[in-house]
């Protein structure tokens, strides 16, 4: 093997090892409506990139990605409007909910043609290939590509919110006693689970392992409607299975036995808040490459800000604060659509009139948002900017 491999990138973003035998497989978009229309205008976009009338005022002609980089921060630094990142890379419709996979070293080359300008990782006139090193384990490549957003301010959430319905976590299974008869437990600490009979805690093959605990599904309520979307599990922490269920014999003191329930044993682990009786467990989602690209959905939006998450008791929400919004999969949302956000728009006393009417104050562009989790009826959306704190009933539409 060379010193360096050549992997070219096929039309779907996937890479593909030409001297090795792995192949990066891309993600599977959802499959939502979409318009004629609108397919002729990606397919248009696809062929042309953006106007150079869309480029940021110093966007580089070329630049080598480093480590640290993401693919926001990349695209506010060529594009005044960071969310048209696919139409700059003339992404068509299928590629577009896919990865465009970038890499710390590669160098990206700008090229404008005419009126319209594209972002390549190759010039024009050579195959567009990717150098990396040989490595001596097997690994998938997408475990290096630059992430969307900064790690640690989604990656927490990317397994803590859990949208349910009012059933799931009444049936799951519970802590039923401590260690110790301690009535709070923390890492590190063992505890007592009992399933029922749907979802029984069992330490046989191809039986989860590994949990999650939560507390008080709270309702989270449609603000304009005042319909409830599904039921938010607070997040608690980790738990791994030691012990499953079991009966177990004991002497009943007439020379013969009788069968005894025994339940669970689980350690608890990462606990961002003390477990007690009563709390549930579900098993672990398997861990995925949570990567997508930032765009604008292809959808016309008008949502609205259910809550901020894990922070009950604040009214207002800062830049790199979660929020749901009462939208999801069901409507069309994905991740990585970008959504810009609007005040509510007060209402006041005019003063200036006699009759002292009061008068509702116009919405106003306050900031941006990106989707990165969606259930069915609702999503969580990352905080990227923000001009004045964001709260309950704040409209997220289409990116101006």
């Not at 002729?40 to 966007?59: C, I």
């Not at 690209?293 to 998450?309: M, Q």
Request: aromatic share 6%.
């Amino acid at each position: 093997m060379t010193a360096s491999t050549s992997v070219r990138r096929t039309a779907l973003g996937a890479l593909t090892i030409i001297a090795g035998a792995m192949l990066v497989m891309p993600v599977q978009a959802q499959n939502h409506p979409i318009s004629s229309g609108q397919r002729a205008t990606a397919q248009q976009v696809s062929e042309r990139g953006v106007p150079l009338g869309e480029l940021a005022p110093n966007a580089p002609d070329t630049y080598v990605v480093k480590r640290g980089d993401t693919l926001w921060g990349i695209s506010g630094m060529y594009l005044k409007r960071p969310w048209r990142w696919p139409e700059l890379w003339g992404m068509n419709l299928k590629s577009i909910p896919n990865p465009h996979l970038i890499f710390p070293g590669q160098t990206l080359y700008l090229e404008k043609d005419g009126a319209y300008a594209r972002l390549r990782t190759s010039r024009s006139s050579e195959p567009e290939t990717v150098r990396v090193s040989p490595r001596t384990r097997s690994d998938s490549l997408a475990d290096s590509a630059l992430p969307t957003l900064k790690p640690h301010l989604i990656e927490p959430f990317l397994v803590e919110p859990l949208v349910v319905d009012a059933q799931v976590l009444e049936h799951a299974p519970r802590v039923i006693a401590t260690t110790e008869e301690r009535v709070l437990m923390a890492s590190g600490d063992r505890v007592y689970v009992r399933g029922d009979a749907a979802s029984p805690m069992l330490a046989e093959a191809g039986e989860p392992r590994f949990y999650r605990v939560f507390r008080d599904a709270v309702a989270l309520k449609d603000p304009v409607s005042g319909e409830v979307l599904g039921y938010e599990a607070q997040y608690l922490g980790k738990a791994e299975l030691v012990r499953g269920e079991a009966f177990e014999e004991v002497p009943n003191g007439k020379g013969g036995y009788s069968a005894e329930y025994v339940p669970a044993t689980v350690t608890l682990s990462a606990t961002k808040e003390e477990v007690k009786a009563g709390d549930r467990l579900l098993p672990a989602p398997a861990r995925a490459f949570a990567n997508y690209t930032p765009r604008a959905p292809e959808l016309n939006v008008d949502a609205s800000v259910v809550s901020i998450y894990g922070s009950s008791s604040v009214t207002y929400a800062a830049q790199n604060q979660v929020v749901a919004i009462n939208k999801g999969s069901e409507d069309g949302i994905e991740a990585g659509h970008v959504l810009s956000l609007l005040t509510k728009g007060s209402r006041i006393k005019d003063s200036t009139d006699a009759s002292k009417a009061m008068i509702k104050l116009p919405s106003e562009i306050n900031g941006t948002a990106m989707v990165f989790r969606t259930f069915d009826r609702v999503s969580y959306a990352l905080i990227l900017e923000i001009r004045d704190g964001v709260r309950v009933g704040d409209r997220l539409v289409n990116p101006k």
